[in-house]
Nanobody
Framework: QVQLVESGGGLVQAGGSLRLSCVYS????????WGWYRQAPGQGRELVAS???????NYADSVKDRFAISRDRAKNTLYLQMNSLKPEDTAVYYC??????????WGQGTQVTVSS
């Protein structure tokens, strides 16, 4: 089992920036994918960005060139740097990992609100 704890959400004006962090612990040796998802009110959960063990990021079209995913292996921490934020980025953001055997774990989520 992997435990995930997000932080860094908050209220920001349009055009501003936030950096989300996700500290993961527990059974770490067989994780091969880390990702950020978000869920806006009344909508389904969608992939924002992900990164695999081989490196390189995968992004939703709506956040390309604005968001950047990264991982600090020494700190067991996943980051999401969000720049040029828009009101439509408002959502609860979740950190997630996938381990071999297709086990997915989720954090509790952190609220991001972008005001216009």
């Amino acid at each position: 089992q992997v435990q995930l704890v997000e932080s860094g959400g908050g209220l920001v004006q349009a055009g501003g920036s936030l950096r989300l962090s996700c500290v993961y612990s527990g059974r770490l040796f067989d994780i091969f994918n880390w990702g950020w998802y978000r869920q806006a009110p009344g909508q389904g959960r969608e992939l924002v960005a992900s990164i695999s063990i081989g490196g390189g990021g995968n992004y939703a079209d709506s956040v390309k060139d604005r968001f950047a995913i990264s991982r600090d292996r020494a700190k067991n921490t996943l980051y999401l740097q969000m720049n040029s934020l828009k009101p439509e980025d408002t959502a609860v953001y979740y950190c997630s990992t996938v381990s071999y055997g297709a086990t997915r774990n989720w954090g509790q989520g952190t609220q991001v609100t972008v005001s216009s």
